[in-house]
C-alpha cells in the first residue's frame, strides 16, 4: 500500500495546451507512485473535465469554475497526505493565486510548462490550434484568449528545450529541496 506523507502537497502544472502538462504529470507519477510507493493523484484536465466538470464550457467563469473544483478537491486531499498532481492550463493567475491559498501556500508548488506558442501548435494533435486560428473556435487559450504566466512559479520547465526527465527532476530536486518529499533513498523504518 502507497505511503501518505505527514502532510501532502499539490504540484500545479500550468501552461498552453500542448505545452506537455500531462507527459509531465504522468512521468511524475511513476516517479513517486511507482518507484517511492507514495500516494499520488493526477488530477487531468481533459479527464477532469470528462467527470468533475462535465457540462462547463469554456467562458472564463467556466474554467475558473473548472479550477476551482480541481483545487478544492486538491485541498482536501492534501490535508490527508496526499500528493495531488493537477495538470490544467488554468490560464488565468487570479484563480491559480485562489487555489494556491485553498491548497496552503506552503504546500502548493506551481510549475509554469513554458514553451513557445509555435511548437504548442506544432504539436497539437488535436488539430485545436488550426481551428481556433481559423476562428472555428473561439476563446482559445494562447490564441483568441490570453494565458496569463505565473509570476513567481516555484519551478519552470521548458519543454521546447529539456527532456521529460530533466523536467521532472527539476520538480522532484525543488519538492526535496523545500522539504516537502524526503530524498529517493530515504526509508520512514530509518
Known amino acids: 500500500m502507497a505511503q501518505t506523507l505527514s502532510r501532502g502537497f499539490t504540484i500545479w502544472f500550468t501552461g498552453l495546451s500542448g505545452a506537455g502538462k500531462s ?25 477532469v ?4 466538470s462535465k457540462g462547463l464550457g469554456f467562458s472564463k467563469e467556466d474554467r475558473d469554475t473548472n479550477i476551482r473544483r480541481i483545487g478544492f478537491v486538491c485541498a482536501k486531499l492534501t490535508q490527508y497526505g496526499v500528493i495531488n498532481i493537477a495538470a490544467a492550463i488554468s490560464p488565468y493567475r487570479e484563480v ?20 513557445p506558442l509555435n511548437v504548442a501548435i506544432e ?6 490550434y ?10 482559445f487559450t494562447g490564441v483568441s484568449d490570453p494565458y496569463e504566466s505565473p509570476m513567481n512559479p516555484e519551478v519552470i520547465v521548458h519543454t521546447a528545450d529539456e ?3 530533466e523536467s521532472v527532476a527539476k520538480i522532484i530536486a525543488y519538492c526535496e529541496t523545500a522539504g516537502l518529499l524526503p530524498p529517493a533513498d530515504y526509508s520512514p523504518e530509518e
Open 163 to 165: 527532456t521529460v526527465e
Open 123 to 128: 504539436r497539437d494533435v488535436k488539430g485545436l
Open 49 to 52: 473535465r470528462t467527470h468533475l
Open 96 to 115: 491559480r493565486d485562489e487555489v494556491r491559498r485553498m491548497v496552503g501556500p506552503d504546500r502548493f508548488v506551481e510549475v509554469h510548462v513554458n514553451v
Open 130 to 139: 488550426q481551428k481556433a486560428l481559423a476562428g472555428e473556435i473561439t476563446n
Open 23 to 47: 507527459t509531465l504529470a504522468q512521468h511524475l507519477y511513476e516517479e513517486l507512485a511507482n518507484h517511492r510507493d507514495l500516494a499520488v493523484e493526477v488530477w487531468d484536465g481533459d479527464v
